[in-house]
Every structure is written in structure tokens, then in C-alpha cells.
């Protein structure tokens, strides 16, 4: 569906760490990754970290959410959006999607204030590569002094009015798990305008050593670093982010053309304020029509061995967190990421998948309807 894809820059920079003897959770490829991402998404600061998780994780430390701490997250998504909350025993309050962008809903979010109004953070998430409704949200949350931690994880190199998301909250994280867009085997990056919250993350992230000759600790510090091997892995696929993209849009705009013609058939939402990553492509079909996203799965499967996914289950439907507060994007109770997650399914967004792949997948599916 997403499989990594390696161009030979990164083997380079991985043998120079080897060269070097640098295998360690710090040195010159972390230092220079963190470099370049900053200068490419123009973040400010950047900290190299073991994963996505670990950088919201480090987003929730500085902003000081202990027990009973509220956070606003976005309900459709993976769990890593919302488990670090729960690390810091704070109260992940869930808010819905809306229908235009599948992100977290604004009018859900307004609602919210109401019954807790001093949340400790917003984390908004950039579904599937697509950029939120930004200038609401962040209306919303500057009006109410919250802080927004932004989850790129899907949607490094998508930017929403020119801007790269990712860079609009008073902080941002990305993800280089093997499935994103670019990978360094595992890993994650997180980024803020501010140099010194990039340096207390370094600081916490490398087991909170106090500047001492000896091993001294004044905080709980953790061992999140990336290492200097995988970094350089991180080097190499930077260098091709911008081609990924374009690639990731033609397979986006393939489906989307020969899809055209089949009512029943939506592809996911683009923002029209932003330009997609198009890091998954996915459909949803109409409830109606007689196809459901299973018997699509199933039928890419056994013809063509070839993989999907169901849509992200939304986190209110979780037995993990099914006693977290949700706020619908409809007051009368509606949730629209039960709707898409129902109606929904991620389609093969390999950027390896050739011409005659993408035809096969698409007359397949086409044969359904
Ligand atoms: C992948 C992902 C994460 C977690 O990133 P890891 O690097 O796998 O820890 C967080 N949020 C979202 C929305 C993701 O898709």
C-alpha cells in the first residue's frame, strides 16, 4: 500500500556513519537531518527523535499536561495521536472530523470549549497528507489561549496557504515510520519556532542529563534520540520528498480521473487552501450502491495480491478509549469518521506501482460496479 522507497543517497549516508564509527543516538547525520528539515519546512528548530510518538509525547512534556489535564485531539486518526496523553495521565477529549478535509472539525471543536474550557492543548492532525481548516482552528485555540500541537505525521511536504504543515502550531511533529512518505526505518521529528523548546526536548530525549561531569539527573528524562544511522537513511529520502510527492499526487489523480465516471464512488477531500502530500489515496462509496469497502478489499486481494486498508477506526470507537468524551461535528449526535470509516478504505498508494499496476487496480475495482 505504502511499501519504502530507497534511492541510494541513504545507504551513502549510512555507510559514512559506519565509516566514521558513529553508531550512536547522536552525531553528525542527526545533526544535519535536524538541519535540513528545519531549513526545508522553514520550522525554525527541529530535534531528531525515535519516533512520531515520542516527539508528541515530548510536545505534551513541555506544555506540562499532568493528571487530570484535558487535550483536545482529533478523533479520526491513529492511536499515536492520542496515547501520549495518556502516558501523562492527562484526559484525551476527542473531537470529531468534518466532512470537507476528513480533519478535525471546527464547529466540534467551538463546542467543546464549552463544557471545558481550559484545555492544556489542541492536537489537530493532518489526515491522510490533507491539510485542516488551519485558520479556524487556530482562531479557535488563539482565542482561547490554547496551545496547538500539530500531528504531521501523514503530511510532511503538504502545505496549507503556502506554508508547510507541521509549522503552524507552537509545535509540530513528523513521523519516518516505514509506511510515511519518507522513512528512516523508524523515527520521528519534532519541530517548534522556538529554539529552546527544541533544546529541552533534546535535553528530555537524551535522559535529562544535567550539564555535570558526573551523571546527574534533576528531571525524569527518557532515551527517545534518533540514531546516527537511521538519520542518515532520513538524509537520503529528504533529498526526494518533493518527488515522492509528485509521485504520490499522479497515483491521487489517477484514481480520481478514472473514478470520474462511477457516482458512487468519492475520492478523500484536498483542501482547497492547501496542496496535499496525497500520502494515501482512499475512497469512500456511497452507502447505497450495493458495494461495501470489504468486498473492494477482498476482491483486490484475491485477484491482485494487492493491499489495503480499512480507514482509520475513529478513537471514540476504540475499547481503549471508549469512556473519553467525543464531540460530534453535528450537534444531533452524527459522527462523520463513523460515516467514512464505514463507508471508507485506503487504496494502494505505492509510489513503486507501475502504469499497467495502477490500470489493473482500477479496472478491478471498476468491475464491481
Ligand atoms: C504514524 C503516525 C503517528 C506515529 O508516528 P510513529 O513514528 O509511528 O510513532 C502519529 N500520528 C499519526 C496520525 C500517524 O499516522
Redesign the pocket.
Known amino acids: 500500500m505504502s511499501s519504502p522507497t530507497m534511492h541510494g543517497e541513504e545507504q551513502a549516508f549510512v555507510q559514512e556513519a559506519f565509516d566514521t564509527n558513529w553508531i550512536a543516538p547522536l552525531g553528525p547525520n542527526v545533526n544535519a537531518f535536524e538541519k535540513e528539515m528545519a531549513d526545508y519546512t522553514g520550522c525554525g528548530h527541529a530535534a531528531a527523535l525515535s519516533?512520531?510518538?515520542?516527539?508528541?509525547h515530548m510536545a505534551l512534556r513541555l506544555l506540562e499536561v499532568k493528571q487530570g489535564d484535558v487535550v483536545f485531539v482529533?478523533d479520526l486518526?491513529?492511536s499515536?495521536?492520542c496515547n501520549p496523553i495518556v502516558y501523562e495521565n492527562g484526559t484525551p477529549v476527542l473531537i470529531d472530523a468534518e466532512p470537507d478535509t476528513w480533519d478535525m472539525s471546527p464547529q466540534a471543536l467551538k463546542r467543546a470549549y464549552e463544557k471545558y474550557p481550559n484545555p492544556k492543548a489542541v492536537i489537530c492532525?493532518h489526515?491522510y497528507g490533507t491539510p485542516a481548516k488551519l485558520d479556524e482552528i487556530m482562531e479557535i485555540c488563539q482565542a482561547h489561549g490554547t496551545p496547538l500541537i500539530e500531528?504531521a505525521?501523514?503530511s510532511l511536504g503538504s502545505t496549507y496557504r503556502g506554508k508547510y504543515t507541521g509549522t503552524f502550531g507552537k509545535y509540530g511533529?513528523y513521523?519516518?515510520?516505514g509506511?510515511?512518505i519518507i522513512t528512516t526505518s523508524?523515527?520521528?521529528m519534532f519541530v517548534s519556532a522556538e529554539e529552546e523548546a527544541a533544546k529541552k526536548v533534546t535535553f528530555l530525549a537524551t535522559q535529562a542529563r544535567d550539564p555535570a561531569r558526573y551523571y546527574q539527573h534533576s528531571q525524569i528524562g527518557y532515551n527517545y534520540r534518533m540514531s546516527n544511522v537511521t538519520a542518515g537513511i532520513g538524509r537520503g529520502q529528504l533529498m526526494h520528498l518533493e518527488e515522492h510527492k509528485a509521485k504520490k499526487k499522479a497515483i491521487y489523480e489517477y484514481y480520481r480521473k478514472a473514478f470520474a465516471d462511477i457516482p458512487a464512488i468519492q475520492m478523500n477531500p484536498m483542501n482547497a487552501d492547501g496542496d496535499a502530500n496525497n500520502w494515501l489515496s482512499c475512497m469512500t462509496i456511497s452507502a447505497d450502491c450495493g458495494i461495501t469497502p470489504d468486498m473492494i478489499m477482498d476482491t483486490l486481494d484475491e485477484k491482485l495480491n494487492a493491499e489495503t486498508r480499512p480507514i482509520?477506526k475513529p478513537m471514540h470507537m476504540q475499547p481503549v478509549f471508549a469512556n473519553c468524551d467525543f464531540w460530534p461535528h453535528d450537534k444531533d449526535g452524527k459522527s462523520v469518521g463513523e460515516d467514512i470509516f464505514a463507508r471508507g478504505l485506503c487504496l494502494p498508494s505505492d509510489i513503486k506501482n507501475t502504469d499497467e499496476e495502477m490500470e489493473q487496480i482500477v479496472q478491478t475495482v471498476k468491475g464491481l460496479f
Open positions: 519516533s512520531g510518538t515520542a516527539a508528541i482529533s486518526t491513529f499515536a495521536s492532525v489526515l500531528d505525521a501523514e511533529i513521523s519516518f515510520n509506511n510515511k523508524g523515527g520521528g482509520w
